[in-house]
């Protein structure tokens, strides 16, 4: 099974209209891809969004974030089997705005991703440092943490589920983008820590996907590193001949 992937994070950008038109505009621009393709839309277009690229091949859809509790009054918020039930695949979790602005923790996070595993979604875990830990070099040890954190309580079949996306925190929104060889160190890093874990089979199926500032011209360049299976792309993922540049860049 392939392990690559593109997947889109609009955030809180589109209104309902703009994003059917995009999703139809890569679907155009992009025909059957030979990656999977996700859009991680926001939650008001989930069900439209599904509806848009249900039956054809290599195209999901990721919610951007769930509850951690299945359901109750928690006003507001939408639970994995809501998410499950209307055959959203996937649910982005961990994403550093919301670690920002949002206060979640990994200790969370790892709550929302045991609910979003029972509820039979996938979640696409996302890691990564701020400015200052790398600068100090600590990179590893931070982001060895979050994974460990997260991830290491759930077994072998589970993390099998599992996306894990590394985003650097100074390279999202930035312009700036790590380096192939620093997305490749720490991709690599990760998986090592997966292996030991969880053993070599459950490593190497795993999908890493880097994300921060990817664009058309840097795309395949970070792509073709042996341990990056991918994206997970903010800003280019809002226009869709960017967004459909990038998908064609995995394996050019
Ligand atoms: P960016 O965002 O591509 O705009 O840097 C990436 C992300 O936040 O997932």
Same mark, same amino acid.
């Given at each position: 099974? *392939? =392990?690559?992937?593109?997947?889109?994070?609009?955030?809180?950008?589109?209104?309902?209209?703009?994003?059917? &038109?995009?999703?139809?505009?890569?679907?155009?621009?992009?025909?059957?891809?030979?990656?999977?393709?996700?859009?991680?839309?926001? /939650?008001?277009?989930?069900?439209?969004?599904?509806?848009?690229?249900?039956?054809?091949?290599?195209?999901?859809?990721?919610?951007?974030?769930?509850?951690?509790?299945?359901?109750?009054?928690?006003?507001?918020?939408? *639970?994995?089997?809501?998410?499950?039930?209307?055959?959203?695949?996937?649910?982005?979790?961990?994403?550093?705005? !919301? !670690?920002?602005?949002?206060? #979640?923790?990994?200790? +969370?996070?790892?709550?929302?991703?045991? !609910?979003?595993?029972?509820?039979? +979604? =996938?979640?696409?875990?996302?890691?990564?440092?701020?400015?200052?830990?790398?600068? /100090? %070099?600590?990179? #590893?040890?931070?982001?060895?943490?979050?994974?460990?954190?997260?991830?290491? *309580?759930?077994?072998?079949?589970?993390?099998?589920?599992?996306?894990?996306?590394?985003?650097?925190?100074?390279?999202?929104?930035? %312009? &700036?983008?790590?380096?192939?060889?620093? /997305?490749? @160190?720490?991709?690599?890093?990760? &998986?090592?820590?997966?292996?030991?874990?969880?053993?070599?089979?459950?490593?190497?199926?795993?999908?890493? +996907?880097?994300?921060?500032?990817?664009?058309?011209?840097?795309?395949?360049?970070?792509? *073709?590193?042996?341990?990056? @299976? %991918?994206?997970?792309?903010?800003?280019?993922?809002?226009?869709?001949?960017?967004?459909?540049?990038?998908?064609?860049?995995?394996?050019?």
């Amino acid at each position: 099974m *392939s =392990r690559t992937m593109v997947a889109g994070n609009w955030k809180m950008n589109t209104s309902p209209a703009e994003g059917a &038109r995009l999703i139809q505009e890569v679907m155009e621009k992009v025909g059957t891809p030979a990656t999977r393709v996700v859009f991680g839309v926001p /939650a008001l277009q989930l069900m439209q969004a599904q509806e848009l690229v249900a039956g054809h091949t290599n195209y999901a859809i990721a919610a951007q974030n769930m509850h951690q509790e299945t359901s109750g009054a928690y006003t507001g918020e939408i *639970s994995a089997g809501m998410l499950s039930e209307v055959g959203i695949e996937y649910v982005i979790l961990g994403h550093s705005e !919301r !670690r920002d602005y949002a206060g #979640e923790d990994d200790d +969370l996070i790892n709550l929302k991703i045991q !609910r979003a595993l029972e509820a039979g +979604l =996938r979640p696409i875990y996302c890691c990564g440092e701020k400015l200052d830990i790398r600068e /100090a %070099g600590n990179q #590893e040890l931070v982001v060895g943490k979050q994974v460990e954190q997260a991830l290491y *309580s759930l077994d072998p079949e589970q993390i099998e589920k599992i996306v894990i996306a590394y985003e650097p925190v100074w390279a999202i929104g930035t %312009g &700036r983008t790590a380096s192939k060889e620093q /997305a490749q @160190d720490m991709h690599a890093y990760i &998986r090592r820590m997966i292996a030991n874990q969880f053993g070599a089979d459950v490593a190497q199926n795993l999908t890493i +996907l880097y994300g921060g500032s990817v664009k058309p011209n840097n795309a395949v360049e970070l792509f *073709s590193q042996p341990d990056v @299976d %991918g994206g997970l792309v903010g800003g280019a993922s809002l226009d869709a001949e960017n967004f459909a540049a990038i998908v064609n860049a995995i394996g050019g």
